[in-house]
């Protein structure tokens, strides 16, 4: 504004309405999947509605204390708390450019990420062979979809990280491949933040009495 | 916040346009992060698996507030969520998209419920008055 008024008073130089110190986002990516993250966030936030709505109508059927068996979800939680911290190690070692470390950081964080699906994965079809699968009732609908669709995301997030490895150990660190980092780091620390919603609102809450 | 955030330069001083040199994490940070996260994570397990309340109105309010200390304590401490971030873009869509969660949550649970109330007449719940 005062530049402008300056330009005007002055007539030195040619009339302009824009700023010179202009200049673009530095790193567009990362705000650009921060916003894809946000829009994830509203999924979830819809399936979480389901889930509050849903979550108490069990049509003659279990019910969430009697189904949901919290040692399972307490590990399940550590295994991703634990994977949060390891890519969190991942992440140092990339910014030291040490490729080695990172590389076994990573490897660490897919076994966690492994661990977790695999005991979902155990969970849900002990809950199918129990008869207490998603079309039992309202409640094991909106369930599985909303902790389903979490662990769909953490499958896509194990498939991202080999993928990166591989592009990782064919190019070494260059600065894409860092970029492609940061936003899995991203990604994967915000699946832990959903996760924090569905075991507080699902199952700790589920089972209280 | 030890993060180091290099904002307003232009593009001649830096060799990487990758942008990841503009957040600089730290393991300080990244142990404080787990060991919060850790503590709130145990509370309320132990707690509900010990069976220690009795009942759940109170209990379902602990356990949601600190699910929310926790969010936030994952936000600032691995996802680096600050005010500067990317010029305060990112803390900008982060609160746009609070609002939206908070009214789609609370919106979905208070209709619902009423809902539920509204479209069970009293008289039909007793079979008696059933025609």
């Given at each position: 504004m005062s530049e402008t008024t300056m330009t005007m008073s002055g007539a030195s130089e040619p009339l302009k309405f824009?700023?010179?110190?202009e200049h673009h986002v530095e790193n567009g990516t990362l705000l650009g999947f921060w916003l894809y993250l946000m829009s994830d966030c509203l999924i979830f936030a819809c399936l979480f509605a389901a889930y509050g709505v849903?979550?108490?109508?069990y049509a003659g059927g279990p019910s969430a204390a009697q189904v949901l068996e919290l040692p399972v979800v307490a590990l399940n939680t550590t295994l991703l708390l634990f994977s949060s911290i390891t890519y969190g190690f991942a992440v140092l070692e990339m910014q030291q450019n040490r490729r080695g470390p990172m590389m076994a950081w990573l490897v660490v964080t897919g076994l966690l990420g492994a661990g977790f699906i695999a005991l979902e994965l155990t969970e849900f079809s002990h809950l199918i062979a129990i008869?207490?699968?998603?079309?039992?009732s309202a409640f094991l609908t909106s369930f599985f979809t909303l902790v389903g669709t979490h662990g769909l995301h953490v499958t896509c997030g194990l498939i991202w990280l080999v993928v990166l490895m591989v592009q990782v150990s064919k190019k070494g660190l260059i600065p894409a491949n860092k970029r492609r980092l940061m936003c899995l780091s991203m990604f994967w620390h915000f699946l832990d933040v959903v996760w924090v919603g569905v075991f507080s609102f699902v199952y700790l809450m589920g089972v209280l009495p | 916040m030890s993060e180091h955030i290099e904002?307003?330069?232009?593009?001649?001083?830096?060799?990487?346009?990758?942008?990841?040199?503009q957040v600089h994490a730290t393991l300080k940070g990244y142990l404080r992060g787990f060991m919060l996260a850790a503590i709130l994570t145990i509370i309320p397990f132990s707690l509900v698996m010990t069976g220690?309340?009795?009942?759940s109105g109170p209990a379902d309010a602990l356990i949601l507030f600190l699910a929310a200390i926790q969010i936030v304590v994952h936000m600032v401490?691995?996802?680096?969520?600050?005010?500067?971030?990317e010029g305060g873009w990112n803390m900008l869509a982060l609160v746009f998209t609070i609002v939206l969660v908070v009214i789609t949550l609370s919106g979905s649970i208070w209709i619902m419920f009423h809902l539920n109330d509204n479209m069970m007449p009293a008289a039909m719940q007793d079979p008696r008055n059933l025609p």
């Open positions: 824009h700023l010179e110190g849903l979550g108490r109508d008869g207490a699968g998603p079309q039992r | 904002a307003q330069h232009g593009h001649d001083e830096h060799d990487e346009h990758d942008g990841v040199s220690a309340f009795a009942k401490y691995f996802l680096h969520m600050n005010t500067k971030s």
